[in-house]
Nanobody
Framework: VQLVESGGGLVQAGASLRVSCAASGGTYSRYYMGWFRQAPGKERQFVAAISWGGSITYYADSVKGRFTISRDNAKNTVYLQMNSLGPEDTAVYYC???????????????WGQGTQVTVSS
């Protein structure tokens, strides 16, 4: 499975941004999908995950109520809508596949190359 993220950029605090992850190769719709992020000098951390059909979602406490994960299996794409962004959200955002709904990095098999999100204060 190949994953390609897009949609990152530079925004001001309080703004919204949507990042996307397009999948190819393999049976995308059978995978749970997750988003992680990694800020400079920090560990890669879990952000959100979504089930096969999109009916079950799971969020890190730090983004709950601000971020929304969704997927369009017809387009083999998963999205992360990010609202009320703050400087603390600045990171490289990665999507990844998993066999189950999980927050642990080790549960994820395939990873994209990441997309940079920078939030200025």
């Amino acid at each position: 499975v190949q994953l390609v993220e897009s949609g990152g950029g530079l925004v001001q605090a309080g703004a919204s941004l949507r990042v996307s992850c397009a999948a190819s190769g393999g049976t995308y719709s059978r995978y749970y999908m997750g988003w992680f992020r990694q800020a400079p000098g920090k560990e890669r951390q879990f952000v959100a995950a979504i089930s096969w059909g999109g009916s079950i979602t799971y969020y890190a406490d730090s983004v709950k109520g601000r971020f929304t994960i969704s997927r369009d299996n017809a387009k083999n794409t998963v999205y992360l809508q990010m609202n009320s962004l703050g400087p603390e959200d600045t990171a490289v955002y990665y999507c990844a596949t998993s066999r189950r709904l999980a927050s642990a990095r080790g549960e994820y098999e395939y990873w994209g190359q990441g997309t940079q999100v920078t939030v200025s204060s």
